[in-house]
């Protein structure tokens, strides 16, 4: 079986995490950091601002269930692609929407899957497509965390139970099955 990656930043990744984990064909989705200057950086200093790294998910995906374009279409749909460096409450750089393309092929769909997302906001896209840098994983307890902690805090249980929402109206033919 064919593997493929997708590396997105979308606001908290704990937001964006719980989103593509539900999704079929996403065999897993990593938190971690990508887009700054300071190697191995700890969640404090991302959330410090001054790394130039954005909190985001790298998704590893089958293509034959799940196309990188449909990816794309869940992403645009479930975070404000037209907030500068900001999630809602989220502000910084590294809330920042963006799309780590990893080969052409990707970068020629985000701008494509920017296009076909344009028309349904209200404001222009703000989403950047920068060049994948180094990955750097989060730290353990940042994993899978609205399957564990997060249905416990309430920042995620304003957030994230309003996302699931939009993926099972708006794609709920690409939801997991089992």
């Known amino acids: 079986m064919t593997r493929e990656t997708a590396i997105f930043a979308g606001g908290c990744f704990w937001c964006t995490e719980a989103v593509f984990q539900s999704l079929g064909g ?3 989705v990593e938190s971690g950091y990508i887009g700054g200057t300071v190697p191995d950086p700890t969640y404090k200093q991302v959330c410090g601002g001054d790394t130039g790294h954005a909190e985001a998910i790298r998704i590893t995906f089958d293509p034959a269930v799940i196309s990188y374009a449909d990816l794309l279409d869940v992403f645009f749909a479930t975070h404000d ?6 999630q809602g409450n989220d502000i910084g750089t590294q809330y920042r929407s963006a799309i780590f ?8 769909a985000a701008r494509a899957g920017i296009e076909r ?3 349904d906001w ?3 896209i703000v989403t ?3 060049s994948a840098s180094d990955w750097y994983p989060a730290e353990d307890y940042h ?4 399957e564990g902690e997060g249905q416990r805090n309430p920042y995620c249980m304003a957030v994230i139970p309003p996302k699931l929402a939009k ?3 708006g794609f709920s033919d690409r939801l997991r099955t089992a």
Not at 101 to 108: H, K, R, V
């Open 122 to 124: 209200p404001a222009p």
């Open 26 to 28: 996403v065999e897993g």
């Open 117 to 119: 997302a344009a028309p």
């Open 167 to 169: 993926l099972r109206k």
């Open 143 to 146: 994993q899978a965390y609205w």
């Open 81 to 86: 692609p037209t907030q500068l460096n900001r």
């Open 128 to 130: 950047t497509i920068e």
């Open 101 to 108: 393309p990893l080969d052409a092929a990707q970068a020629d």
